[in-house]
């Protein structure tokens, strides 16, 4: 059985959407993020990181990252379906974006949510948030772009994306009112 490291809002969600989706047997495993749980020296034991989520395996080693945890699921539960097969043009186009997504989606919105990390000057912290607003609307309309008649991403098959995209999403609500349109960002 896998033991699913969680707290509300974070990473977690698209591994669990994958552990539901795969059928398989976990136990959530709360991390109280407010209390700092993540900073104790027991989780740090799991995540020296210090992040949400990890995933304990059947044989105690430990996954993080939220894209490799719902990549390693997926295939180790291949009769769920939720990847393409091994060298096919989609499974190279989930690999892509679910990439690009970890890479400047979910970085951008921890610059968003925690600039005061992004910074060694306090007083540039709303500098760092507006740039990754600015980041974050510039990335997301690159993957729009890539978005076909679906209604998941790979058309009318569901995939890992599918939730790790849902999670995304559902930190910024309705990201046309949060995140300003920019046409002029500078990179």
Not at 10 to 22: D, M, N, T
Request: aromatic share 12%; proline share 5%.
């Amino acid at each position: 059985m896998y033991t699913l490291y969680w707290a509300k809002d974070s990473g977690a969600l698209a591994p669990q959407i994958v552990l539901e989706e795969c059928g398989a047997e976990y136990l959530r495993q709360p991390v109280d993020l407010g209390k700092g749980e993540e900073a104790t020296a027991e989780y740090l034991g799991i995540n020296p990181r210090g992040q949400v989520p990890a995933l304990q395996l059947d044989d105690g080693s430990i996954v993080t990252e939220s894209a490799a945890i719902v990549l390693h699921l997926a295939d180790s539960h291949p009769q769920a379906g939720l990847l393409p097969p091994p060298g096919s043009h989609e499974r190279a186009r989930v690999y892509r974006w679910l990439f690009y997504a970890a890479a400047n989606l979910y970085e951008g919105v921890l610059r968003f949510y925690y600039s005061d990390r992004y910074t060694t000057q306090a007083s540039q912290a709303a500098e760092v948030r507006e740039s990754a607003r600015a980041f974050i609307d510039y990335a997301w309309d690159l993957l729009e772009n890539e978005l076909g008649e679906g209604p998941y991403f790979l058309g009318q098959s569901v995939s890992v994306i599918d939730p790790y995209l849902l999670m995304l999403v559902n930190w910024h609500g309705d990201r046309e009112t949060l995140f300003a349109r920019n046409a002029k960002l500078k990179r």
